[in-house]
């Protein structure tokens, strides 16, 4: 067992991987030695495997999980967890550069809270979006919040940690797309457990996603409703 994990979940990110992970490895070695990378690569079609690879290759902290067809960012991220042995596991999107500088503050909330979570809303934050999606983000995590009483500023930051002790949770979740997140934290929310938010700083790229933004809305709603109807079926 090291004391902490890093998944990072990549598909066709061969423009940030690189220095994302330089980030991770900067600020990983200010906190311990005793750490793992692990990439856990979606499938993708531009050269993302190629640069891991590489990288992977020169650290031997640094290991890779291939998948030949893409599966989705939550099986990626499932997979990931399963294969990490840390005391704690925390996970961080491929293109939030910037966000590494706070996995210090996040490991050290971690031993003294099972769960927690990044957050681009909190008192404090420096964030810079583009306003439609600002606008759709804060919908989403109203919605969020009304239907599962979840209380939180932010639901779908790509920055999350837990303890060890919470991993046999993460083999609940279902979710195989990008909607892992709110799941996560409904069934983090339904088993009796806090969340913790720290703040964070990142800037969303012009081309930060190629996703129709009303489309993805639409399928996050969607989503929502099926989960609440699992919940209400599981009660009754």
Not at 125 to 146: D, E, H, Q, W
Not at 173 to 191: C, H, M, N, P, Q
């Amino acid at each position: 067992m090291v004391e902490v994990s890093i998944i990072v979940p990549a598909y066709n990110q061969g423009r940030t991987i690189r220095r994302v992970i330089s980030q991770i490895r900067a600020s990983m070695l200010r906190i311990t030695n005793d750490y793992e990378i692990i990439i856990s690569e979606d499938g993708s079609s531009d050269n993302t495997l190629e640069i891991i690879s590489e990288l992977a290759a020169k650290d031997r902290r640094i290991r890779v999980l291939h998948t030949k067809h893409r599966l989705g960012k939550g099986r990626a991220l499932n997979l990931g967890f399963e294969s990490a042995v840390g005391k704690y596991l925390v996970f961080i999107d491929a293109d939030y550069l910037g966000v590494p500088k706070f996995l210090s503050n996040m490991i050290a909330n971690l031993k003294n809270n099972a769960v927690v979570i990044g957050s681009r809303y909190l008192a404090g934050t420096k964030v810079k979006r583009l306003p439609l999606r600002f606008v759709l983000s804060k919908g989403y995590i109203f919605l969020a919040n009304l239907i599962f009483g979840l209380n939180l500023s932010d639901v779908h930051c790509g920055f999350k940690g837990v303890n060890r002790k919470v991993k046999p949770l993460l083999r609940k979740i279902k979710t195989t797309g990008y909607f892992w997140d709110t799941e996560f934290l409904v069934r983090v929310k339904s088993a009796g457990l806090t969340i913790k938010e720290i703040p964070i700083a990142w800037s969303e790229k012009l081309d930060s996603s190629a996703l129709n933004p009303f489309a993805t809305s639409l399928g996050f709603f969607r989503s929502l409703v099926e989960l609440k109807l699992e919940q209400i079926k599981c009660k009754s």
